[in-house]
């Protein structure tokens, strides 16, 4: 799929993966503030909502070797430096970013660390995770997003400064993409989206550092083996692909500008086969925030995200991705003055959208929340879920008449994969 849904993870995390583990949490034991009418203590019963709105865990997840959830929170793994260098991290840590049906299981690709390893978690009854490592193997290898169509599947993420790909038949066994110069850009290049259409693949992304505004990048494929990159372009500058949604129109490519994780506004592109892309018009609706995921639905489009002081989730509508307009402001849409987000979107066999997010309790706790609309321009917010405590889900997709999303709980200081799926057992 693409980051149809994203971002997962706060869609673009990934690009600054190493540095937030690094730097996110570090040292102090974190409270939980929580405000007057805020969310119940984790194992509060809520009331049970419909698909979308009603979350629970699934039952296994593996996890990376040395590491245990089990509470009281971990001691450091070193006594005086701390596991990861942070007092109370675990030895072994992962994040799913994406996730998508292929044949008769659900994959999601990410990665583990400390050693920044690209995995897939596997599942053939949403509830039962298994988790295998992408070859070859390497250090600093991170799965960001999965796309199948045409008998075949791919994997879009980097591997060091370089853009990656990894191919499959059967979501099971991945292979590889040599990718030659077209995933090859200095000072560093990576792919964060991928979707399949009639003709292939088409994968977006960026080059560029991440502290400094980047320059949008697309790649195409006709079978996942073999990649051409599209040649750049003045549409192009100031701008990060998060996602990527196929519609009636062609596609339409979300994402941001200015520095990863200090975005100035967002970008949107347009193109009816993956080759040429035109850039939309700046709109004060595009710069009121940062788009995260896109998809098909509501009045044609439906992008989320937050805005860019974060005070307020945002999903914006459009007709043909060519004309934008948030949706109404709404109560649902914020959170007792915390900051709160919408990281991806999809939409339900029967055209209900379903958004996932989270809020964050001073700069950095998150608690997942999700939202389900049936036009984009009403949402409707979960009750507070002790399934989603501390939890940040970051890719959603409808698997028949469930949903599942993917993502972590424990962050700052701790990530551990995670798996929801609504309606509980379904």
Known sequence: MTRD???????????????????????????TPVPVGGPPAAGASHVPGPPGLDWAVAAQIERPAGMSA???????????????????HFSGQGNPFDVVRIGDRLVAPGYTFPDFHAVTWTATDREHWSLAELPPGRTGAFGLAIATGNGRSVIVGRIGNDAAAWSSTDGMTWVPVDGGGTFVEAPETRMTAVVATARGFVAGGFAG????????????????????????????????????????????????????????????????DGTTWDRVPGSAALTAGAMAGVTAG????????????????????????????????QETLRYHGLKITMADVTAGADGTLVAVGHFLFGTQFGQGTSWTSKDGTTWTRAEDLAAFGQGEPGAVIAD????????????????????WVSPPGG
């Open 5 to 31: 849904r994203r971002a997962g993870r706060a869609s673009l995390a990934a690009t600054m993966a190493i540095g937030i583990v690094v730097a996110a949490g570090c040292g102090a034991t974190p409270t």
């Open 209 to 272: 550092i991440s502290n400094q505004p980047g320059s949008a990048r697309f790649w195409t494929s006709a079978d996942g083996r073999s990649w051409l990159r599209v040649p750049d372009g003045p549409g192009f500058a100031d701008g990060r692909v998060a996602s990527i949604a196929v519609t009636s129109g062609g596609l339409v490519a979300v994402g941001t500008t200015g520095p990863v994780g200090h975005a100035t506004g967002s970008a949107v592109w347009r193109s009816s």
């Open 400 to 419: 028949g008449p469930t949903y599942v999303t993917v993502g972590t709980v424990g962050a700052p200081d701790n990530y551990i994969p995670t798996v």
């Open 298 to 329: 509501g009045p044609g489009i439906v992008a989320v995200g937050a805005a860019l002081d974060g005070a307020q989730a945002i999903a914006w509508l459009s007709a043909d991705g060519r004309s934008w307009q948030p949706a109404p402001d």
């Open 70 to 88: 089990e509470p009281p929170s971990i001691p450091p793994v070193d006594p005086n430096h701390g596991g990861l260098g942070h007092p109370g």
